[in-house]
């Protein structure tokens, strides 16, 4: 997706650690025209798919599956990190690790939103190692719902997730997989 990589160009940052930092249009401050055309877009590489919801984990993922949702005019359900009274008891859980933050955490879902006639799927922000996706799957296998695909706005195409996540046959797709980033340049595959 073009729109989106001369953003990336413009407005990225690459830090420390292989990080890229899109906070200025992506996960802190939201660039809303950007994040309809990647709704749009999603819609269209996804369009034949009989989705019936879209899932994310909590927190930079909402607003881009929001924003997607209103084009297949589905319910978001996001896997939450954080411990809540207000979470129903039964829930599906899964564990994820952070490489941003270094640590794991507990993500669960409630039982009540997720059933097995479900066609599922799942968006976010950022794909690296897989593990936030992994998680996801590993809580749609356990609700014995289907898994359409992943949509991905920025994929680290030299980590290992996507190889991961295609090997295993989930239809990974991405709107901008970055081949290789360090000196301040970023290369798009």
């Known amino acids: 997706?073009?729109?989106?990589?001369?953003?990336?160009?413009?407005?990225?940052r690459?830090?420390?650690?292989?990080?890229?930092k899109v906070d200025s249009f992506l996960n802190h401050k939201l660039d809303i025209d950007l994040l309809n055309e990647i709704g749009k877009e999603f819609r269209r590489r996804f369009?034949?798919?009989?989705?019936?919801?879209?899932?994310?984990?909590?927190?930079?993922?909402?607003?881009?599956?929001a924003i997607t949702a209103q084009y297949f005019d589905v319910p978001v359900v996001f896997a939450r990190k954080i411990e809540s009274k207000?979470?129903?008891?039964?829930?599906?859980?899964?564990?994820?690790?952070?490489?941003?933050?270094g640590k794991k955490y507990k993500i669960k879902i409630s039982k009540r939103y997720i059933t097995n006639e479900?066609?599922?799927?799942?968006?976010?922000?950022?794909?690296?190692?897989?593990k936030a996706?992994?998680?996801?799957?590993?809580?749609i296998e356990q609700a014995r719902a289907n898994i359409v695909g992943a949509g991905i706005v920025i994929e680290k195409?030299?980590?290992?997730?996507?190889?991961?996540?295609?090997?295993?046959?989930?239809?990974?797709?991405?709107?901008?997989?970055i081949e290789s980033m360090g000196n301040n340049k970023i290369i798009f595959k």
Do not use: C, H, P, W
Request: glycine residues 10%; charged residues 25%; aromatic residues 6%.
């Open 47 to 65: 369009d034949n798919s009989n989705i019936t919801k879209i899932l994310t984990i909590e927190t930079s993922g909402i607003a881009i599956a």
């Open 157 to 177: 195409g030299f980590q290992e997730g996507g190889k991961i996540l295609r090997k295993r046959g989930i239809n990974v797709n991405s709107l901008a997989i």
């Open 1 to 12: 997706m073009d729109l989106l990589k001369e953003k990336i160009l413009r407005e990225g």
């Open 86 to 101: 207000n979470l129903d008891k039964e829930t599906y859980q899964s564990e994820v690790y952070s490489y941003t933050k």
């Open 118 to 130: 479900d066609n599922i799927l799942i968006i976010d922000d950022f794909l690296a190692r897989g």
């Open 14 to 20: 690459i830090e420390e650690g292989n990080i890229l």
């Open 133 to 139: 996706v992994l998680g996801l799957i590993d809580i």
